[in-house]
């Protein structure tokens, strides 16, 4: 039976995509060529101008923080309702409880102190990846002139402007755009990991932590060894330099990557066959912030191991 399933599904599914490539010529008059900058895009407001990756930031910040005041409300109130859970605070709670217990398994009983970091990193990223799937991101804004390069005809629909096709001399500046197409987002989660990592580091082996980066006993005492050791704290400290950079580029590079294959798709083939991209970047959003929470929890669990142990 399940397999029976499969089949129809890859067949709905393959059919879709011919049906799409077939009607999809028709439809390409009507859709504007994407424009694409990796720089976000900013516009007044009031005396300053702001990003758009700003305004996403803050969009993913309100949904989260809407969705667990929401789920929590009666816990705060101290209502009797809180101790059979529903709703939303059914779903607030199996989140927690899921991600809290695939924590510990990692951390252990460190996992504790470090749940409400690990767990928010996790939220806020997936948030701010699955957002940009919703109608508006990169598709309502400004329309602003062109200076000096290719743009687009307009057409006025009532009170609203609407690109064309056409050549002209405006473009779109959008007023929304995934926080984390913008580099500066992933650098600045990839900063407070490490440095969050290097904190929890010192609360658990004290300021002898720090020997594992600058070992001054093993080179003046250890002998051959102790200059051995000496060295490799150097590329210990490199490699949590590195780690920004890995850490920054890896998000950014998949979540744009992503923005960029959809408004392509969306622009070749209008009809059907984005919805496959659409399934396709709601995987990749989870696994972003998956392997963000994962790879900070491992790192975390490094640093708190008792590095005096081994010497």
Same mark, same amino acid.
């Given at each position: 039976?399940?397999?029976?399933?499969?089949?129809?599904?890859?067949?709905?599914?393959?059919?879709?995509?011919?049906?799409?490539?077939?009607?999809?010529?028709?439809?390409?008059?009507?859709?504007?060529?994407?424009?694409?900058? @990796?720089?976000?895009?900013?516009?007044?407001?009031?005396?300053?101008?702001?990003?758009?990756?700003?305004?996403?930031?803050?969009?993913?910040?309100?949904?989260?923080?809407?969705?667990?005041?929401? +789920?929590?409300?009666?816990?705060?109130? +101290?209502?009797?309702?809180? =101790?059979?859970?529903?709703?939303?605070?059914?779903?607030?709670?199996?989140?927690?409880?899921?991600?809290?217990? *695939?924590?510990?398994?990692?951390?252990?009983?460190?996992?504790?102190?470090?749940?409400?970091?690990?767990?928010?990193?996790?939220?806020?990223?997936?948030?701010?990846?699955?957002?940009?799937?919703?109608?508006?991101?990169?598709?309502?804004?400004?329309?602003?002139?062109?200076?000096?390069?290719?743009?687009? $005809?307009?057409?006025?629909?009532?009170? *609203?402007?609407?690109?064309?096709?056409?050549?002209?001399?405006?473009?779109?500046?959008?007023?929304?755009?995934?926080?984390?197409?913008?580099?500066?987002?992933?650098?600045?989660?990839?900063?407070?990991?490490?440095?969050?990592?290097?904190?929890?580091?010192?609360?658990?082996?004290?300021? +002898?932590?720090?020997?594992?980066?600058?070992?001054?006993?093993?080179?003046?005492?250890?002998?051959? =060894?102790?200059?051995?050791?000496?060295?490799?704290?150097?590329?210990?400290?490199?490699?949590?330099?590195?780690?920004?950079?890995?850490?920054?580029?890896?998000?950014?590079?998949?979540?744009?990557?992503? =923005?960029?294959?959809?408004?392509?798709?969306?622009?070749?083939?209008?009809?059907?066959?984005?919805?496959?991209?659409?399934?396709?970047?709601? *995987?990749?959003?989870?696994?972003? $912030?998956?392997?963000?929470? @994962?790879?900070?929890?491992? *790192?975390?669990?490094?640093?708190?191991?008792?590095?005096?142990?081994?010497?």
């Amino acid at each position: 039976m399940k397999r029976a399933v499969t089949v129809v599904a890859v067949i709905v599914l393959i059919g879709l995509c011919v049906f799409s490539c077939v009607i999809g010529p028709l439809g390409r008059k009507w859709v504007v060529r994407p424009h694409i900058q @990796m720089a976000a895009e900013t516009f007044p407001v009031g005396p300053v101008r702001v990003s758009n990756t700003l305004l996403g930031l803050l969009l993913a910040d309100l949904v989260l923080i809407g969705l667990f005041l929401a +789920g929590t409300r009666h816990i705060r109130a +101290g209502r009797p309702e809180a =101790m059979v859970p529903r709703g939303l605070q059914n779903l607030v709670e199996a989140i927690y409880e899921f991600l809290a217990n *695939f924590l510990r398994g990692i951390l252990g009983e460190r996992a504790e102190k470090m749940l409400p970091l690990l767990i928010t990193f996790f939220l806020f990223i997936l948030v701010a990846n699955w957002i940009e799937l919703f109608p508006g991101f990169d598709t309502v804004g400004l329309i602003e002139h062109v200076h000096g390069g290719e743009g687009h $005809a307009v057409r006025q629909v009532g009170p *609203f402007l609407f690109l064309t096709h056409e050549e002209g001399e405006y473009t779109l500046v959008p007023f929304l755009r995934a926080a984390n197409t913008d580099l500066n987002v992933p650098l600045a989660l990839a900063l407070i990991s490490v440095f969050m990592t290097q904190v929890y580091g010192v609360q658990a082996l004290g300021w +002898g932590y720090f020997s594992r980066f600058i070992n001054i006993k093993a080179l003046t005492s250890g002998g051959l =060894m102790g200059v051995m050791n000496f060295l490799v704290g150097l590329l210990e400290t490199l490699s949590e330099f590195t780690k920004i950079i890995s850490f920054g580029f890896r998000l950014f590079g998949n979540i744009f990557a992503g =923005m960029v294959l959809l408004l392509v798709i969306s622009s070749l083939v209008p009809f059907v066959a984005p919805v496959v991209f659409y399934i396709l970047e709601l *995987f990749v959003g989870a696994v972003q $912030a998956l392997v963000f929470m @994962m790879l900070t929890a491992a *790192f975390t669990a490094v640093a708190t191991a008792g590095h005096g142990e081994h010497h």
